[in-house]
DNA sequence: CAGTGGTCTAGACCACGAA
DNA sequence: TCGTGGTCTAGACCACTGT
């Protein structure tokens, strides 16, 4: 097609991928200091750097200030759930899965209030959710659930909010359908740095909407999930009849 | 939090961002040469690239070699309807969408036969559709049907299947169950220049497997979006006794 | 050809992490 | 303090597009 662009950068990421693909470096292991790399590929610092950044956005590596290039543990891909709105069960029920829950009472403003339809400065629980599974971030939640459908008591350990939290699973009471929006974009800074991933790396987002039989929006969740550890699964029963509805 | 980064290519991209969605450099416009900016902004031109490169990967703007770096034009975003397997009504509807649609016959290896359940070799049916907005692609994708399945007629602009196609809907006998799997990737380098995106600008991928009453798989569809211009929304309606189905 | 973006260099300085 | 990654420079050379 195009002519072959010479990019030494995409060289040395092809090879260090091989070393890492094939073993030859593990997963955990550190790679040789950039400076090291850079030395003996014979490229600046900066051509190193741009591989690295091939391989990170590809996952592979993990880079941490101060410390050094890592080789990423390879991640089973976990399942999320659409329409149950939780993690797999396989997954969720993984031991090294840790979540920490930290909740707050705040004031729907701006895109808070259409999502959940209220109005400017009402009450709401937000629950803001991390779960690791061992070292490695795996995904970021944010629920919102207005204050008077708040379960009561705290989000402690032991509580059934905070199992539930493990699974990103729908809180407050149980909905009657879910509307769930899923994209593609970059993570913000804040989320590259929580994830640990490049600024570059793809987010899988879901936006989620339960609603009541009366309509009234139960919960809003906003999902945050590393695109190469995440996938979102929606499996869909067709009635004959209902294919008629669509023009 | 984090001390404060100093990363002068932030601020440019800030600024930059600004002038854009201000309307201050219009959509369409070209932005002064690379060469220009790096003296007006007083940075080196690897410093004033990587400032572009934020705002590439944020979709506003269109690199072209040669020519220049272009503010994209804004563009609505188009939602993929998980379950109907289309694209909403609105957007299919629009006139200016173009699709280009290329079918041939392939025989099932690899992936392809894990997908679709079938034996290496069987016959397939590869429908390659590219949709276009106006100038922008808006889309990828790759259908594959058991050639058995595989409606009669060329797909040309007349026939239903063509006007399927236009909305990515679902090809072959009507399916009565449909699982759809969403991911965040970048693109390999061939959907990167077939949608004008950049390598590193996220896109959303949807792998819709369609099977009929008797569970036999009756079309594979791998869909891919750039993902700053196409969401996908999943609607589902619980029965209260289905929530008890989960453990 | 001239103008544009694409890649790379050799070195400087700053910020983070662990002794 | 030292070794690490993070940012930046001033300039070189290559590749693509249009005249």
Same mark, same amino acid.
């Given at each position: 097609?195009t ?9 040395i990421?092809d ?6 693909t094939?073993?030859r470096?593990?997963?955990?292991e550190r ?5 090291d790399?850079a ?6 610092t900066v051509?190193l750097?741009?591989?690295l950044a ?13 410390k ?24 969720a ?5 840790r ?11 701006g895109?808070?209030t259409?999502?959940?339809?209220v ?9 803001s ?9 795996q ?8 204050r008077?459908?708040?379960?009561v ?10 199992e539930a939290?493990?699974?990103? *699973?729908? %809180?407050?009471?149980? #909905?009657?359908?879910?509307r769930?929006t899923?994209? &593609?974009?970059?993570?913000?800074? =804040? +989320? ?6 490049g600024?570059a790396?793809?987010?899988l ?14 919960? *809003?969740? %906003?999902?945050?999930f #590393?695109?190469?550890?995440?996938d979102?699964v929606f &499996?869909?029963?067709?009635?004959? =009849? +209902?294919?008629?509805i669509?023009?």
């Amino acid at each position: 097609m195009t002519g072959a662009v010479p990019s030494r950068h995409k060289d040395i990421a092809d090879d260090l991928r091989n070393q890492i693909t094939t073993g030859r470096i593990r997963p955990g292991e550190r790679l040789p200091s950039e400076a090291d790399l850079a030395d003996r590929y014979r490229v600046s610092t900066v051509t190193l750097r741009r591989a690295l950044a091939v391989l990170q956005g590809e996952g592979l590596v993990e880079k941490i200030h101060g410390k050094g290039n890592f080789v990423r543990r390879p991640h089973r891909k976990i399942m999320y759930v659409g329409g149950w709105g939780t993690l797999d069960p396989w997954t969720a029920a993984e031991p090294a899965l840790r979540v920490t829950v930290r909740s707050a009472t705040v004031q729907a403003h701006g895109h808070l209030t259409t999502l959940l339809k209220v109005s400017e400065g009402s009450p709401l629980t937000e629950l803001s959710c991390i779960s690791h599974a061992g070292e490695s971030p795996q995904g970021l939640a944010r629920i919102y659930i207005p204050r008077d459908l708040t379960p009561v008591g705290d989000f402690d350990d032991t509580s059934s909010c905070w199992e539930a939290a493990t699974r990103f *699973a729908v %809180l407050g009471p149980p #909905p009657a359908a879910v509307r769930e929006t899923a994209y &593609a974009r970059t993570p913000t800074p =804040d +989320e590259a740095s929580a994830l640990r991933i490049g600024h570059a790396a793809p987010v899988l987002g879901i936006t989620r909407i339960a609603t009541d039989a009366t309509g009234r929006i139960v919960e *809003a969740a %906003l999902l945050v999930f #590393p695109g190469d550890r995440v996938d979102a699964v929606f &499996a869909t029963q067709l009635m004959t =009849d +209902e294919r008629q509805i669509q023009a």
